[in-house]
């Protein structure tokens, strides 16, 4: 059972555009909610995270909206660039079970110049 | 060496080979991780240890072998493993597992099964 969806599976935007990518949780319990991200022949890097006492985090051209109760959360990259290429997964925890993260499937982005 | 180191970074097996993944962190913490990415599926958490000692089988079949012998290192020993076990292995390290955070992946190992 895929506790975390992640969708859409792959995305192509412009140079200059918004990715947004979309995640759906199961357990309620989940209270830390982070985004890594993949580059080719790399291991995955934490991006930015977010927990379910704030609606949004922003990092630079990075930002969080998370939806407690629809149990959603989403990242948003604003002014795409090509170096942002690459593969996003979200993940989810719960701090009762440790540092044990749940991942989505990936989404791999690819930023047309 | 800074970060996650893992070696060999490919690996082409037989099924009835015995080979080892190996895993070093540099980042002074005390929680490793083994993890599985398959195409078309999640990362799936295999195995975790903290202080040396294995806290997470996540199920893994008894092909997969792991051994911590000091929080630096983490092996993953391998044998007569099948070709849908081809995928690629990411160790991680985090400071500890009581609390949720940031976990630091090395750039994996690409395993072959023929």
């Known amino acids: 059972q895929q506790q975390v969806k992640q969708s859409p599976q792959s995305l192509i935007v412009q140079k200059g555009g918004i990715s947004i990518i979309n995640c759906a949780y199961e357990?309620?319990?989940?209270?830390?909610f982070p985004w890594y991200q993949q580059f080719p022949g790399k291991g995955p890097a934490l991006l930015i995270a977010?927990?379910?006492?704030?609606s949004e985090k922003k990092e630079g051209r990075f930002t969080i909206s998370f939806n407690k109760s629809a149990k959603q959360f989403s990242l948003h990259i604003m002014d795409s660039q090509p170096g942002d290429s690459a593969t996003y997964f979200c993940a989810a925890s719960k701090e009762a079970a440790g540092n044990k993260l749940t991942f989505g499937g990936g989404t791999r982005v690819l930023v047309k110049p | 060496e800074t970060g996650v180191t893992q070696t060999p970074r490919h690996l082409v097996m037989g099924m009835t080979n015995k080979k080892s993944l190996k895993c070093e962190q540099h980042?002074?913490?005390?929680?490793m991780y083994w993890y599985k990415q398959s195409a078309k599926k999640p990362l799936e958490l295999m195995f975790v240890?903290?202080?040396?000692?294995?806290?997470e089988n996540n199920s893994v079949p008894s092909r997969f072998s792991p051994e911590c012998p000091n929080s630096s290192h983490l092996f993953l020993h391998l044998h007569t493993l099948q070709p849908e076990d081809s995928a690629l292995y990411l160790c991680?390290?985090?400071?500890?597992?009581?609390?949720?955070?940031?976990?630091?992946f090395g750039e994996g190992s690409r395993l072959t099964v023929l």
């Open positions: 991680a390290s985090s400071p500890g597992t009581t609390s949720t955070g940031e976990l630091f």
């Open positions: 980042l002074g913490h005390n929680a």
């Open positions: 357990n309620t319990a989940f209270d830390y």
């Open positions: 977010i927990r379910p006492d704030v």
């Open positions: 240890y903290n202080f040396k000692e294995q806290t």
